[in-house]
C-alpha cells in the first residue's frame, strides 16, 4: 500500500486558472515534504520543499503543510500551458535517513 | 546545476539476460540512488548509497543488486531480467540526507525485457 498518496491522479485546469494538488502521508514518522515536477520525457526536478506547518510561496507556486494530518498541497495560480507536468510528492521519514517516498503522482493539463 | 548521467539511455534484453545500468554524478554528493517508475506508482526506490563500498535497501530490491565503485559512480545490475523489470530507471544524487537535501536526477534509462 502506497504510504503517500496524491489526489487527484489527473487534472485538467484551464489557462490562468488555480490548480491545487494534495498530498498524504500515512506514515506518521514523516518529517519533510517535497514536490517535485516531471514533464514530458524528461526527470523529475525539484520544485518546492516544507518542513514546517504553514505556507511557503514562490511565484506563482503555493505550498501548504499541516503536520498534524500530515498533509500537504501544492498550488498553481495563472496556470500556463508550461505547467502542465506530472507531479509527484515525496516524503522523508525520520526513521530513515537518506530516503523519500514518492507517490504516484498527479497528471496535470492546462488547457489553451 | 548538479549533473547526473546515465548508460545506456535505452536498453533491449531478453529473459535471463544481463544488463548493468550506469550511473555517473560530478558534484561530489554523498548519496546516490535508484529509482524505478512505472505508471501508476510514481518513483519507488530500489537501492541506495552514502558512500563508495556502502549499499543500502530500497523499497523494491528482489532481483537487483547495486554497487558503488567510487563516490562518482554507482552501478545497477540485474543478473535475470524478467519482463516484469521492464521499467524507465532514474538515478538521483543528493549533497548528504536526502530527506533534507534536493536530489537530482539524471535523465533516465528506459529498459525492456523481452
Known amino acids: 500500500q502506497q504510504k503517500v498518496q496524491q489526489s487527484p491522479e489527473s487534472l485538467i485546469v484551464p489557462e490562468g486558472g488555480m490548480a491545487s494538488l494534495n498530498c498524504t502521508s500515512s506514515?506518521?514518522?514523516?518529517?519533510y515534504f517535497w514536490w517535485y515536477r516531471q514533464h514530458s520525457g524528461k526527470s523529475p526536478k525539484m520544485l518546492m520543499?516544507?518542513?514546517?506547518?504553514g505556507e511557503k510561496e514562490e511565484g506563482r507556486f503555493t505550498v501548504h503543510l499541516n503536520k498534524a494530518s500530515l498533509h500537504t498541497s501544492l498550488h498553481i495560480r495563472d496556470s500556463q500551458p508550461s505547467d502542465s507536468a506530472l507531479y509527484l510528492c515525496?516524503?522523508?521519514?525520520?526513521?530513515?535517513?537518506?530516503?523519500?517516498?514518492f507517490g504516484q503522482g498527479t497528471k496535470l493539463s492546462i488547457k489553451p | 546545476e548538479a549533473a547526473v548521467t546515465q548508460s545506456p539511455r535505452n536498453k533491449v534484453t531478453v529473459t535471463g539476460g544481463n544488463v548493468t545500468l550506469s550511473c555517473r554524478q560530478t558534484n561530489s554528493h554523498n548519496y546516490m540512488y535508484w529509482y524505478r517508475q512505472d505508471t501508476g506508482h510514481g518513483l519507488r526506490l530500489i537501492h541506495y548509497?552514502?558512500?563508495?563500498?556502502?549499499?543500502q535497501i530500497g523499497d523494491v530490491p528482489d532481483g537487483y543488486k547495486a554497487t558503488r565503485t567510487t563516490q562518482e559512480d554507482f552501478f545497477l545490475l540485474l543478473e535475470l531480467a524478467s519482463p516484469s523489470q521492464t521499467s524507465l530507471y532514474f538515478c538521483?544524487?543528493?549533497?548528504?540526507?536526502?530527506?533534507?537535501?534536493?536530489?537530482?536526477f539524471g535523465p533516465g534509462t528506459r529498459l525492456l525485457v523481452l
Open positions: 506514515d506518521r514518522n514523516v518529517d
Open positions: 515525496a516524503a522523508s521519514p525520520n526513521y530513515n535517513q537518506g530516503k523519500l517516498i
Open positions: 520543499s516544507i518542513f514546517s506547518n
Open positions: 548509497s552514502y558512500g563508495a563500498g556502502n549499499l
Open positions: 538521483a544524487s543528493s549533497p548528504d540526507w536526502g530527506g533534507q537535501d534536493t536530489q537530482y
